[in-house]
T-cell receptor, first 112, second 114 residues
Framework: GQQVMQIPQYQHVQEGEDFTTYCNSSTTLSNIQWYKQRPGGHPVFLIQLVKSGEVKKQKRLTFQFGEAKKNSSLHITATQTTDVGTYFCAGREAGGGNKLTFGTGTQLKVEL | KAGVTQTPRYLIKTRGQQVTLSCSPI?????VSWYQQTPGQGLQFLFEYFSETQRNKGNFPGRFSGRQFSNSRSEMNVSTLELGDSALYLC?????????????FGSGTRLTVV
């Protein structure tokens, strides 16, 4: 079945440093979504990417969908303590009618 | 508007018992999906309901079942509980099938099986 892996599993940064998490799917995706889960909380939808090579920005967050639509990345510039949490990508296999498969997640810790 | 409401927030059950969890989606959302979250396995898809019909199912045993009512509220049931069923059960709603427009998650039900 479809597998969606994320690296790194954990990332510990100093406040102000940049952070990137990478998402790789075993199959071509029709679209990809990103979610953030704060410690003790539930996942919160951030964004959806649909087009090959698409890049979207939300303030300090930059999301990218690969040209082959099998990978994606989330880059945070100048991290803040409010960025702490686990970031999940979630991909839908191309072909339609398939469930959303969540990635393994990257846990981000930000130190002052 | 009100978010996705899951009840109860916490549950402790004994192995072999059964449990029913409830989810009330955002008003107007017709799709309700259930996920199991554990530290080791991450977010695993259980099933999705849309307009009272199960549209998708994950790879869970038949002990896991669900249903959706005409008001879009959903319940999931786990029978013959096992220790490995201890997890956070998350409900997510969306206006379209399979969260094409993005899922809104509830706060979850933390189930502990002893």
């Amino acid at each position: 079945g479809q597998q969606v892996m994320q690296i790194p599993q954990y990332q510990h940064v100093q406040e102000g440093e940049d952070f990137t998490t990478y998402c790789n799917s075993s199959t071509t995706l029709s679209n990809i979504q990103w979610y953030k889960q704060r410690p003790g909380g539930h996942p919160v939808f951030l964004i959806q990417l649909v087009k090959s090579g698409e890049v979207k920005k939300q303030k300090r967050l930059t999301f990218q969908f690969g040209e082959a639509k099998k990978n994606s990345s989330l880059h945070i510039t100048a991290t803040q303590t409010t960025d702490v949490g686990t970031y999940f990508c979630a991909g839908r296999e191309a072909g339609g009618g398939n469930k959303l498969t969540f990635g393994t997640g990257t846990q981000l810790k930000v130190e002052l | 508007k009100a978010g996705v409401t899951q009840t109860p927030r916490y549950l402790i059950k004994t192995r072999g018992q059964q449990v029913t969890l409830s989810c009330s989606p955002i008003s107007g959302h017709r799709s309700v999906s259930w996920y199991q979250q554990t530290p080791g396995q991450g977010l695993q898809f259980l099933f999705e309901y849309f307009s009272e019909t199960q549209r998708n199912k994950g790879n869970f045993p038949g002990r896991f079942s669900g249903r959706q009512f005409s008001n879009s509220r959903s319940e999931m049931n786990v029978s013959t509980l096992e220790l490995g069923d201890s997890a956070l059960y998350l409900c997510a709603s969306s206006t379209l099938l399979q969260g094409v427009d993005g899922y809104t998650f509830g706060s979850g039900t933390r189930l502990t099986v002893v």
